[in-house]
């Protein structure tokens, strides 16, 4: 039997007029659409030189039409590559000329400086999709294109997309997904989280992220319901088809954002059956006000591009704010120590390797930082911190990275937050580690205030004086309007380090 993941996809979806996506403008894309028009693109992306292996890098708006595109290079074999349509033409230079593929597909309005550019990097042909289902080059070829097309029969090792990570230190890097990998992971969640076909997932993510990709459409596509695809996140729209769906996927911006509306009421939410959070950290705050004012616990999960998703809080059972629930089944997660390598007893904090069907086969022609980030036994070196309760609850404590190492002594940037998130008038902070003359690193807090709240930075280190040992009180409290963040609500700590990297430089 053939490894490729279209072929169990089209075997969930029995009933061909079922609607696979509808659009907030009105377009609805049936199942039996999404079969004839991914065989058309299959052909069109053949007819341009694509082959079993090749890869289409694909920057474009969202649409169900850049699903089906996902789709037909299942069908052919070939890797599908998707790109943040907010990357620029130097950007694209890099992941272009890394990745090589065969054709780019991108969108009407930046053909003109992106052709030139894959044509130059050796790429056979550049075509165009809009968000309309009818505007750009792929569309007018496949209205003229056969439906039918022969899948390619290829083994679950075999690559299915890469994704470039999103590289806060260095060069991104392809994270190389296979067949099996994405079919494990979609598989499990789907049991998981009891998904069925009668499901609608309300669906305002990114589709060029593991989250919305493959989290959220893999897991429609294997069970064969609906999606509601959204632009983005926009609470009149989220309230306007929130009645129509049973689930929503988002990341804890959607949540607290959400918060802020009125029309976010029990009423409003009580036809919804799950509620999941991910990609970056839920505040067990947010959990807390989420399930006063819906009576919903929402569904925290934790995964990365690299392994798909590794743990889960349960779908019955306890829904622990501030942890990200148990290690998925087939998965195994561990505790190490981050020097060594030895595995750390239950309770400590440590580094989270993980292991099973779901992890990635390695980065894109990178051999050796593949190597460097496997441990010989087969397990994956994540790069966050986190630590495994006595109930097997896993709670992360945040990227390795972003460790604060003052006087010699450990900050987990965590903790630190959590005490100044609970102080009145604090709506959220990050703390950093930035250079010191002393201390190596001096923690930092950047802080935001709910609206009219008034506090001194002497305040919060007043409030802090008890609560954390001395090493991990704030040297600075910042004040700033808002926490940058990148597209899926990832604080971006190699930000907020470059800006205030002279801050005890300066005699601050
Ligand atoms: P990405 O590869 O962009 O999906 O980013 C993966 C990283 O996001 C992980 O390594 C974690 O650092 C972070 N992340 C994902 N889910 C969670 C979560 N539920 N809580 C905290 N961090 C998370």
């Not at 979806?13 to 299959?42: C, E, W």
């Not at 069908?75 to 593929?101: C, H, K, M, Q």
């Not at 609206?451 to 600075?476: C, H, I, M, N, W």
Request: net charge negative; proline share 5%.
């Amino acid at each position: 039997m053939s490894g490729n993941l279209f072929g169990l996809i089209r075997a969930a979806a029995p009933d061909l007029k079922r609607i696979f996506i509808a659009t907030s403008d009105g377009r609805a894309i049936t199942y039996g659409d999404l079969f004839d028009l991914s065989g058309r693109y299959a052909n069109v992306l053949s007819a341009c030189g694509v082959k079993f292996g090749d890869r289409v890098a694909v920057q474009v708006e969202k649409s169900p039409e850049a699903i089906v595109l996902y789709l037909a290079c299942l069908r052919l074999g070939a890797v599908y590559l998707p790109l943040n349509p907010a990357y620029t033409l130097a950007e694209l230079d890099y992941f272009i000329g890394d990745s090589e593929p065969r054709v780019v597909v991108c969108a009407p309005d930046r053909a003109g400086e992106i052709a030139p550019l894959a044509s130059r990097l050796g790429v056979t042909a550049t075509l165009t999709l809009g968000t309309d289902g009818v505007s750009g080059t792929l569309s007018d070829l496949a209205a003229k294109a056969s439906a039918n097309f022969d899948d390619a029969v290829c083994s679950s090792d075999d690559l299915a997309a890469i994704l470039y990570t999103s590289g806060t230190t260095g060069r991104s890097k392809g994270a190389m997904l296979s067949h099996g990998n994405l079919q494990s992971n979609a598989e499990t969640l789907v049991q998981a989280w009891r998904f069925t076909g009668r499901d609608v997932l309300l669906h305002a993510l990114p589709i060029f992220h593991t989250h919305g990709l493959f989290v959220g459409t893999n897991v429609i596509l294997l069970v064969g319901g609906s999606m509601i695809f959204l632009p983005k996140l926009d609470p009149d729209q989220i309230f306007r088809f929130l009645p129509q769906a049973t689930t929503m996927m988002g990341v804890p911006t959607f949540y607290v954002r959400l918060l802020q509306d009125s029309r976010l009421t029990r009423e409003a939410t009580e036809h919804i059956r799950l509620f999941v959070s991910g990609s970056a950290p839920l505040l067990a705050e947010t959990h807390a006000e989420w399930h006063t004012r819906t009576g919903h616990a929402v569904l925290e999960r934790y995964g990365m591009t690299e392994t798909n998703m590794n743990t889960s809080n349960p779908y019955d059972g306890e829904r622990v704010p501030g942890s990200v629930g148990l290690a998925l089944p087939g998965v195994e997660v561990r505790i190490t120590d981050p020097e060594t390598g030895q595995p750390m007893p239950r309770g400590e904090i440590g580094m989270i390797e993980v292991k099973g069907p779901n992890v990635f086969k390695g980065y894109w022609r990178m051999a050796e930082k593949t190597a460097a980030e496997f441990r010989p036994d087969g397990f994956f070196i994540t790069g966050d911190l986190g630590l495994i309760d006595g109930k097997g609850y896993v709670s992360i404590l945040g990227r390795g990275k972003d460790l604060v190492i003052s006087g010699g002594f450990n900050v987990y940037p965590k903790e630190v937050e959590s005490e100044i998130d609970a102080l009145p008038g604090v709506d959220e902070c990050a703390v950093v580690g930035v250079p010191h003359p002393d201390f190596g690193e001096g923690v930092t807090a950047v802080v935001t205030l709910k609206s009219g709240a008034t506090v001194t930075e002497a305040e919060v280190l007043k409030q802090l004086s008890d609560r954390l040992a001395k090493y991990k009180q704030p040297k600075r409290v910042i004040f700033i309007d808002a926490l940058p963040r990148n597209t899926m609500g990832k604080v971006q700590k190699n930000v907020l380090r470059e800006q205030y990297k002279a801050l005890y430089q300066a005699g601050g």
